[in-house]
C-alpha cells in the first residue's frame, strides 16, 4: 500500500529494535518510502528524536501510551516539517523475560501510528517470550501501517 499510494513512512522503536524497519525493507520498492529509522531504545533517544517530554516519561515511564503517543506525534511531526513523511510508527514496550512489574507486566507493548488523520495507540499484552513479543509487536506496527496507507 505504501508503494503503491507513493506515500513515505518512518519508524521510532524500542522494543522492537528496528524489527519493523527491517521487516519494510524485506520488501521490494521499499527504498522509495522508508524515510529514516530510529532505534530509541533508551530514554534520551526517545526525547532527542521523538520530542517525548522529560516530564512524561518521568510521570509514565517509557512503557506507557503517553511516551507511545508522544514517540509517534513528536517523530510524525518532526519528519513532516523536515521532510514530508506521511506515516510515523513507534514502539515501545517491555519484551522481557525481566523488567517488568506488576502495574507494567512483562508482554506490555505500546503501538502508535501517526498520519494526517492523528495519531493511534493500541496497548497490547502479549506472552511467549521475549522473541514472541518482539514478533507480534512487529506486525502490530506493520498492520498500523498498512490501515494508515490505505486511509492515504
Known sequence: ALVARRLTVSTA????????????VDYPGIS???????????????????????????????VSEQTAFEMASGLNRWLRERSGADIAVATTGIAG????????????????????????????????????VRRLATLKALDMVRRAAIRG
Open 13 to 24: 522503536e524500542s522494543c522492537t529494535g528496528g524489527m519493523v524497519a527491517a521487516s519494510l
Open 32 to 62: 522509495e518510502c522508508l524515510y529514516e529509522a530510529h532505534v530509541t531504545y533508551a530514554n534520551e533517544a526517545k526525547v532527542k528524536y521523538c520530542g517525548v517530554k522529560p516530564e512524561t516519561l518521568a510521570a509514565f515511564g517509557a
Open 97 to 132: 523475560p525481566g523488567g517488568g512489574t506488576k502495574e507494567k507486566p512483562v508482554g506490555l507493548v505500546y503501538v502508535a501510528c501517526a498520519d494526517r488523520h492523528g495519531v493511534t495507540v493500541e496497548r497490547l499484552q502479549l506472552g511467549g517470550g521475549r522473541a514472541r
